[in-house]
């Protein structure tokens, strides 16, 4: 411990660390708070900062790595009565522990922002802690092994192309890389332990790598390194990063009048926002139909065996489902505006109604009540999202936004309920 604490004062990366934890909280805090209150949201949310901060705390580890060739300690740490994997072994955890500090500010901000109304869903907020921690550790991996093999400003170079280069590769795989805190997805355990048991087997290699071996050997001496990186890539690629969660039986919260909207445990600080929704789709006209119950997704579902042995999670059984995406509100008004539609110009049911006749321009009014819908649901405030939609598309939507933002509510269900009887009248029995 005394070697290690003496490493811990004299590492070169204590200086890089005022920019890392200032970069970390902007990255965590600049970018937006919805995440704050709720649990997988806010530990998600912290530990996207080392994807990004890995571009620079990847040179600094190779930087730290190189300290003895820099100042010319080889022999002097060779000649020591430690054995010099053990002093190697020091330097890199001191290194790790350093680098790790800003990212476990970031997590401790984050926690301290959520904790105060202690919602449910800690455990979901502690893998998310690990997997940052990992990213954190693997970036560490990457500078140091860089650092071992080449000059130091070179190694440093190399170190922060390399780490980019990763991010590229391992987000080529869907979900490898998490930028959301999905309440009906958890960390899977299994993959976690396998990344960290990966990583750590590089860091216990890497502090084997000499201090300075002759150039024609370093790359023959790194191969207990080179086939633990191995293992960290395999592990990266073959395991999954999320699970689905098992739905829940009890403590689900909903904003229980008019159209029952349910969401996780984890998400009961957007009822509030749920109940405006539930009454302004109460307020409806008459000729609007509404269903039942919404459900957040995920929060009822079934697994089924396919026919090639893998198990599938169907979702959208016993009613429609909607996504918080953000804290945003336009994120699940314009799903339950859909679910609405449905149900109120029976979509579904062929016999019912003739839509396979609906003409360009009778479809084009269907679009502009569509996103008066979603714009009403919303409270009457423009989007905050943007779309790559076809034009006449977009203008139509514009359109039924405006009508939203701009016209007073009895004019606007006036038109509506108008809409509503029209077209309904033109192509339904």
């Known amino acids: 411990m005394r070697t290690l604490w003496f490493h811990l004062r004299i590492a070169p990366v204590r200086w890089y660390l005022p920019v890392l934890l200032l970069l970390d909280l902007g990255v965590l805090l600049i970018r937006d708070t919805y995440w704050a209150g709720v649990w997988p949201e806010a530990g998600a949310a912290a530990q996207v900062p080392p994807y990004l901060l890995g571009a620079l705390s990847a040179p600094a580890a190779a930087w730290a790595a190189s300290a003895p060739v820099r100042h010319g300690m080889t022999e002097q740490i060779g000649a020591a009565q430690v054995h010099p994997a053990v002093v190697e072994a020091c330097r890199l955890g001191s290194t790790g522990l350093l680098l790790s500090l800003p990212y476990l500010v970031g997590q401790s901000v984050a926690f301290a922002m959520t904790a105060p109304n202690w919602p449910p869903g800690i455990s979901l907020w502690w ?9 954190v550790l693997l970036s560490v991996a990457l500078g140091w092994f860089v650092g071992k093999l080449l000059s130091p400003v070179f190694a440093a170079l190399v170190a922060a192309l390399g780490w980019v280069l ?3 590769i391992v987000n ?6 998490v930028l959301r805190g999905r309440p009906e997805m958890m960390v899977n355990t299994v993959g976690l332990g396998v990344r960290i048991l990966a990583v750590g087997t590089l860091l216990a290699a890497l502090a084997w790598l000499p201090l300075k071996p002759p150039s024609n050997w370093r790359i023959i001496q790194a191969w207990p390194s080179v086939v633990a990186a191995l293992a960290v890539v395999f592990a990266l690629s073959a395991v999954g990063t999320l699970t689905p969660r098992n739905p829940v039986q009890k403590a689900v919260a909903c904003a229980s009048e008019g159209p029952r909207i349910c969401v996780w445990p984890e998400q009961r600080k957007y009822l509030p926002e ?3 929704v539930s009454e302004r789709v109460r307020a409806l006209p008459a000729a609007f139909q509404w269903p039942v119950e919404l459900n957040a997704v995920g929060l009822k579902q079934q697994r089924q065996l396919g026919s090639n042995g893998e198990v599938r999670v169907v979702d959208d059984l016993e009613a429609p489902t909607f996504e918080i995406i953000q804290g945003s509100i336009w994120s699940y ?4 505006a859909s679910a609405i539609q ?10 019912a109604c003739a839509w396979n006749r609906l003409t360009p321009s009778d479809e084009r009014r269907l679009l502009v009540l569509d996103a008066w819908l979603e714009g009403y649901l919303a409270g009457s405030s423009r989007p905050d999202y943007r779309t790559d939609a076809p034009a006449e598309i977009q203008q139509a939507w514009e359109e039924g936004w405006s009508i939203a933002s701009e016209k007073g509510k009895s004019d606007q269900f006036s038109w509506a309920e108008r809409e ?5 009248g033109r192509y339904c029995k």
């Not at 893998?127 to 990213?135: D, S």
């Not at 008004?333 to 339950?336: A, L």
């Not at 449905?342 to 016999?351: E, G």
């Open 172 to 177: 080529l795989a869907p979900g490898n890389i």
């Open 420 to 424: 509503v009887v029209d077209l309904r």
């Open 333 to 336: 008004s314009g799903s339950i």
């Open 127 to 135: 893998g998310y802690v690990a997997l940052g921690e990992f990213v």
């Open 342 to 351: 449905v149900r109120t110009f029976q979509f579904a049911d062929a016999d």
């Open 166 to 168: 990763l991010v590229v």
């Open 274 to 276: 749920l109940r405006e």
